[in-house]
Each structure stands twice: as structure tokens, then as C-alpha cells.
């Protein structure tokens, strides 16, 4: 019998996607603060110190996990979202960027995935959201966006957002992917991840990919995106302070003002 809140979905959209989760009278969906998008009315919302889970124990429980993702820049509330009718009514969530929403099924998954901390959108409750801290030194030391990870454990349905197109990938036992880490969305509980140095001068100093990425090992699945938001974010930082006359066209600053960059 599944301890978790059994919900029903659906997932609209195919650019910038949001979820519907139905539910049952007395059932809760759990999201990270700011997945919001809308309810029907009679459904309640509260808001929850930690995950609301089992799995937290009792204060002492919810106090250290909240120091964990208070240290990783997390936040320290969750809001539940609970059917207080007797019919049934529906709550959407809303991936924050453009890209996928993956529906994981964790008992399909021996009720444990791991993923990227910023990666979680919303779940049914009882589903517990804590943190994943590699024991590998090199990890630990070299990891960036891929060493603090979340690790979501339960028996009941989770929702990832990730930017981009979305590949999941089946490893079999030994088999080796490398991975910027970055890319890496998620990957089941089964999956050795690890940090590799690229090595050799040329591709350290004119790579323009990074010193390291992830090694991750099989058996299990990984779901990895094709755009990091971190890179998106980049990019349009570099655009937005970039001199736009140097883009090659023959315009020029006549281009920017009828393109309207011109009227800043």
C-alpha cells in the first residue's frame, strides 16, 4: 500500500509547459514556493515548514534538514496544497523557464531519485524532498551546478522541470556517460556519479567547455537537459551588454533604433 498521497495529472503545453494534478477529497500536492500557477476553489493552501513528510521525523528532523538547505541556498518552506471538498478539484504548477516537465513515478524507481536542487517542482505529499551530499572528494571539491543534489524519496508521484529538450538515457550495468554537469537534470538512486578532470593544456585553456564534468556509471536511468539554465542566463547576459553595431549589420545604429533599442 503506497504511504504517499496518490494523485492524477496532466501536462499541457509543449514550449513552457505546466502540470494540472487532480485531486481527491483530503489529498495534497507539495511545490517549491513560486511554482504556483492556479486552483479551483476548495482547495486550501498552508504553508509548510520543510516537506511536510514522515521521513523528517520530529523537530529536531525538520531542524537539521532546514539548516541543510538554508547552507545550500534552498528555501526553508514549502507550500501544500490540499483538497478540502467532497468532489474533485484541480491545482497547475508552472515550470519557471522554457523546457520539459518530467512525471516520476519514485516506486517505479525503489523509491529514490536523485537530481539537480533546482530541478524539484512539485510532488504528492508525502514525498520527501531532502538534500544529497556526494561523499567523493572529488566531487565535493569540484562539482559546481552537479554537487549539490537533491534526493526525492517515497512512493508517490514527483514533477522535474528542466530547460530545454529533454534525454533519458538507460545505462546498463558498467556502462559510462559523461556529462557536462550542468546538463544532468536527475538520475535514479542505482547511478555512480562522479567528477572528471578534461585534462591535456589545449583543452583547459581554449575548451571553453569547463575543467571537469560528470562521470555517471550504470545500471539506472539519467535524465539530462540539452540547455543548463545557468548557461541560458549567461548568454543573456552577454547579449544584453553587448554592442550591438559590432553584430555585422550594414544598419548599425540605424538597425538598433528601428529594431527599438534605439528608444532606451
Not at 141 to 157: H, N, S, T, V
Not at 227 to 234: H, T
Not at 249 to 261: A, H, P, Q, R, Y
Request: with cysteine; hydrophobic share 40%; charged share 20%.
Amino acid at each position: 500500500m503506497k504511504q504517499n498521497h496518490e494523485i492524477d495529472y496532466k501536462i499541457y503545453g509543449e514550449e513552457m509547459q505546466y502540470v494540472e494534478i487532480e485531486l481527491d477529497p483530503n489529498e495534497t500536492a507539495i511545490a517549491e514556493p513560486g511554482a504556483f500557477m492556479m486552483m479551483e476553489d476548495g482547495i486550501q493552501m498552508e504553508t509548510l515548514f520543510g516537506d511536510g513528510s514522515k521521513q523528517q521525523g520530529g523537530l529536531l528532523g525538520k531542524l537539521l534538514n532546514a539548516g541543510k538547505r538554508v547552507l545550500v541556498g534552498e528555501n526553508l518552506f514549502m507550500t501544500a496544497f490540499t483538497n478540502i471538498t467532497g468532489g474533485l478539484k484541480t491545482v497547475s504548477f508552472a515550470s519557471p523557464y522554457p523546457g520539459k516537465i518530467i512525471p516520476i513515478d519514485l516506486s517505479r524507481f525503489q523509491n529514490k531519485v536523485i537530481c539537480q536542487k533546482d530541478a524539484f517542482l512539485c510532488a504528492a505529499k508525502g514525498v520527501s524532498v531532502g538534500l544529497e551530499f556526494q561523499r567523493k572528494l572529488g566531487t565535493g571539491l569540484f562539482g559546481g551546478e552537479g554537487f549539490i543534489m537533491e534526493k526525492l524519496e517515497g512512493d508517490g508521484m514527483c514533477f522535474l522541470h528542466a530547460c530545454g529538450h529533454v534525454v533519458q538515457k538507460q545505462l546498463q550495468p558498467g556502462e559510462l556517460l559523461k556529462v557536462d554537469t550542468g546538463c544532468i537534470v536527475g538520475f535514479t538512486s542505482g547511478i555512480d556519479y562522479d567528477i572528471q578532470f578534461v585534462g591535456g593544456i589545449k583543452n583547459t585553456i581554449f575548451g571553453g567547455e569547463g575543467l571537469f564534468f560528470a562521470t555517471l556509471r550504470g545500471p539506472g536511468i539519467v535524465w539530462i537537459q540539452t540547455l543548463p539554465i545557468s548557461r541560458l542566463a549567461g548568454r543573456i547576459l552577454a547579449y544584453g551588454t553587448y554592442n550591438r553595431k559590432e553584430e555585422g549589420s550594414i544598419l548599425g545604429g540605424i538597425g538598433n533604433i528601428l529594431d527599438g533599442d534605439g528608444w532606451r
